[in-house]
C-alpha cells in the first residue's frame, strides 16, 4: 500500500510517499480502506521529531474515513463493507490502517465519507475536555481560543448548538468572518486586541476557556474566568512553562485543568467515542453543525498540507485523500 512517512524528523518537506506492507487486523481489530485522513497539529509536532511520547508507527494520522474491508478475531464480520471514521494512535496517512474496533464510529448522514475523515479526533477532543464530567451551562460563555482551528472550529460550533455563548480569539478578518459564520457573538484579532482587555471592558467572565496557547495565556486566561470557572488547556503552542499568581486560584475558586487525547487509555476513549457518536452526531445529522473541511489534498501533497496548517492559513480542516483519483479540492469552505 501506499503510505506517507517522515523520513527523518525537519521540516514539511521530509514526508515521503513510501510502500508498506498491508496491516493485518488483530484480535479486536477492523481493517479500513481509507478514504481521506485528517491532518492535525500534532502530525506536524510528530514530523519534526518535537511530539511527546508520540507512537513507533512511523506513519502519520490520528484520524481517518474509509470502508471497512476485513475483522480480526472477536469482532463482527458484519461490519465488512461498512462506511465509518475513526480515531487512531497513528497510521492514517495510508491506504490501509488497522483500527480497535471499538474506536471506529458510524459516518453521520449528512456528511459525506471525505469530510468524516475530519471529525474524530476534534469531537472527542473536544468532548472529553469541555462535556466531561459535565457540560458548561447554557447561557454561560465560553473563551475559545483559536476558533479558526480544527479544534476550534468544532469547539464553536458545538458550544453554539447547547446555547453556550462563544468569544473566540483569531489571527486574521478572514478567519474572524468565518467564526462569525460558526456562531461566535464575539471575535478577537489576537494580532492587533488583547483578548483580556476586549472581555473585561464588555464585563464578560467566561465559565470555561477553551486554551491552546499554554504559557503567553496563561495568567490572562485565570484574569478573565468568571467566579468558580474552568481554564483547560489542550495545547502550549507558546511555550508549557511561566509562573503565575497561585491566588488567582484561591480568590475566584477557579479550576485548571488538561489532557492529552492521544496518551488515554483505550478504555477511556472507548467511553468518549460512545459519548460523541450519541451526542454530537445527531447534531451533524440535522445541519445544526458542520465539517469544517477547508482544502483536500492527495498523499503526494503531504507536504503542502503541512505547510497550510504550518502557517497557519487554513480555517478548519485539512484532510489528505488515498485515492489519487479524487479531485484536490483547496479552500472549500462550509
Ligand atoms: N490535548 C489534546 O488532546 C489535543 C488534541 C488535538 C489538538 N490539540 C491542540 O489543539 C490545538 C489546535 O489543533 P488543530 O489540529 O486544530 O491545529 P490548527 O488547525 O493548526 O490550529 C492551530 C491554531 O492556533 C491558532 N493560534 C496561533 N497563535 C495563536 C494565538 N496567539 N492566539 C490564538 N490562537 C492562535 C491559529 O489561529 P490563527 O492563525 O487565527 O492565529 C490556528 O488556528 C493545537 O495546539 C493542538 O496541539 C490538543
Redesign the pocket.
Known amino acids: 500500500m501506499r503510505a506517507v512517512v517522515a523520513s527523518r524528523p525537519g521540516a514539511p518537506e521530509v514526508l515521503a510517499v513510501t510502500r508498506r506492507a498491508v496491516p493485518q487486523p488483530a484480535a479486536g481489530e477492523a481493517l479500513v480502506r481509507v478514504v481521506a485522513a485528517g ?7 510528530q514530523r519534526a521529531g518535537t511530539y511527546p511520547g508520540a507512537a513507533a508507527d512511523p506513519i502519520l494520522g ?1 484520524e481517518v474515513s474509509g470502508v471497512v474491508v476485513a475483522t480480526g478475531a472477536d469482532v463482527s464480520e458484519g461490519l465488512i463493507g461498512r462506511e465509518a471514521c475513526a480515531l487512531l494512535p497513528g497510521g492514517g496517512y495510508a491506504e490501509y490502517v488497522a483500527v480497535r474496533a471499538a474506536h471506529l464510529a458510524p459516518v453521520p448522514a449528512a456528511v459525506s465519507l471525505r469530510d468524516a475523515a475530519g471529525l474524530m ?2 469531537a ?2 473536544v468532548w ?2 469541555l462535556y466531561m464530567p459535565s457540560p458548561p451551562e447554557p447561557g454561560s460563555w465560553m473563551l475559545v ?9 468544532l469547539a464553536v460550533q458545538f458550544a453554539v448548538a447547547h446555547g453556550v455563548r462563544v468569544a473566540t ?4 478578518p478572514e ?1 474572524g468572518l468565518f467564526v462569525e459564520k460558526l456562531g461566535a457573538e464575539l471575535v478577537i484579532d ?2 492587533r486586541q488583547d ?1 483580556a482587555d476586549e472581555l473585561l471592558e464588555r464585563g464578560i467572565r467566561p465559565a470555561t476557556v477553551l486554551d ?2 499554554g504559557a ?2 496563561l495568567e490572562r486566561n485565570l484574569q478573565v474566568l468568571g467566579r468558580g470557572g474552568r481554564l483547560v ?6 511555550g508549557a512553562s511561566t509562573q503565575i499568581d497561585l491566588s488567582r486560584l484561591l480568590l475566584g475558586n477557579l479550576t485548571v485543568t ?5 496518551m ?1 487509555p483505550d478504555h477511556e476513549k472507548d467511553r468518549i467515542i460512545d459519548d460523541l457518536v450519541r451526542h454530537i452526531w445527531p447534531l451533524y445529522e440535522r445541519g445544526e453543525i458542520v465539517p469544517t473541511t477547508h482544502a483536500a489534498l492527495p498523499f503526494e501533497q503531504a507536504a503542502e498540507a503541512h505547510q497550510l ?2 502557517q ?7 484532510l489528505l485523500l488515498a485515492d489519487p483519483d479524487l479531485p484536490p479540492t483547496p479552500d472549500r469552505q462550509p
Open positions: 491532518v492535525n497539529r500534532a502530525d506536524l509536532m490520528l479526533e476534534a472527542a477532543t472529553s475536555n481560543h483559536g476558533g479558526a482551528s480544527g479544534i476550534g472550529s480569539t483569531v489571527g486574521s478567519k489576537h494580532r483578548f491552546i496557547i503567553d495565556y488547556i489542550i495545547g502550549h503552542q507558546s488538561g489532557s492529552g487525547l492521544r488515554r496548517l504550518e497557519s492559513h487554513h480555517r478548519g480542516k485539512v
